[in-house]
């Protein structure tokens, strides 16, 4: 795996053993964590046109990027409890969308693929 | 950045663009299906206690995998829209959590930091 | 309360009850079908812009009909484990949203309460 | 309709009209503050063992109480712009339930409809 991103994972486990944080790191609660933080990052948009969405000041997208390192610092979290190997299965994850979404059926539509 | 993680950026982009998709890649649509997903991810631990939770089958563990890649996708393109260097992001928000978490006060409780 | 809403509570914990359910609705599960059930709705609304969202088909207005009802019912499960008189709380809120909202203040604006 | 829940109908849209605050109120909007709300009320129960989620102070019940009121509220806002009769969708959504959990294939287990 890249370095920077091993890097980040021994920072935050480290993190985590230092505080005696593991017993509350269940998968569930982990889960929990990050769908509370999903919401936090939505927060910003909300009342929002998509033209507003797309003109953010830099207050906001100082508020956006926080909540996205958390969103993400959750992830490796999970990610280190269940052994799961994340950018392979990002990877895998790509190869079942281009299954799902050929080029010629998926172009310019935002329809889910139980409707293409 | 890390060589496998901007190979994984680099495929999503050429993906979404292929398919002619970052017309509907506003940040404010990514933050939706960031939440979306994240529902999707919890959905795997609904009505489980803990120690269930910690006990997952195969089945479930493949669903779970699926779901943390598909959240981790679109965090990486609404870090690519916003131009967001994520691991740089997950770095100082370490840095920010271990102001707010002293070893001291945080060891051993899942208290937010407004009440340490 | 209203007679018809007490039906429904009364429909529901029976249903519950029947089905020996009550053992899985701590408040924590039901607070996590009511994300999940809520992340299920917004997926109506993804990729969508502001004005698509307010054109929306049968078929999808069938779903959302759904998903509300879904949240509606878990949300109506949890005020019976916590005894919590929804009505009543529900008073209680607008009366507090009027006060940090006033027409002088809110009028016309999205700007959250803090931000005023 | 019952009087009280048609009153607090009546409240929360005079609440809106007064401010002027329909422009905000497209579906796409409600539901994400439903999503962003339901996180809310998760984030009580975060970190909690299912024990633990069962024996909660006064502080955190205000708290649950209050987000639970703010769900319902902007439940009973999409429902208005989208013309849905909620107690009706309630009582669609239980005799859906009924042919999908019958007590003989549902009772005393969690499991999805899709896996009975």
Redesign the interface.
């Given at each position: 795996?890249?370095?920077?991103?091993k890097e980040?994972i021994r920072?935050?486990t480290k993190?985590r053993d230092?505080?005696?944080?593991v017993?509350?790191h269940?998968?569930?609660?982990l889960?929990?964590?990050?769908?509370?933080?999903?919401?936090?990052?939505?927060?910003?948009?909300?009342?929002?046109?998509?033209e507003q969405?797309?003109k953010?000041d830099d207050k906001k997208?100082g508020k956006?990027?926080?909540e996205?390192?958390?969103?993400?610092?959750f992830?490796?979290y999970?990610?280190d409890v269940?052994k799961?190997d994340?950018?392979a299965?990002?990877?895998?994850?790509?190869a079942?969308?281009?299954e799902k979404?050929s080029?010629a059926k998926?172009?310019?539509t935002?329809k889910k693929y139980t409707e293409l």
């Open positions: 795996m890249d370095e920077q991103l980040i920072k935050i993190f230092e505080r005696d944080w017993q509350f269940d998968p569930k609660n889960a929990e964590a990050i769908s509370v933080e999903a919401g936090e990052l939505l927060e910003n948009f909300l009342w929002l046109n998509i969405a797309s953010l997208i956006i990027k926080e996205v390192a958390d969103i993400f610092i992830i490796l999970l990610c269940l799961i994340l950018l299965e990002a990877e895998k994850k790509i079942i969308n281009a979404y080029v998926a172009k310019g935002a």
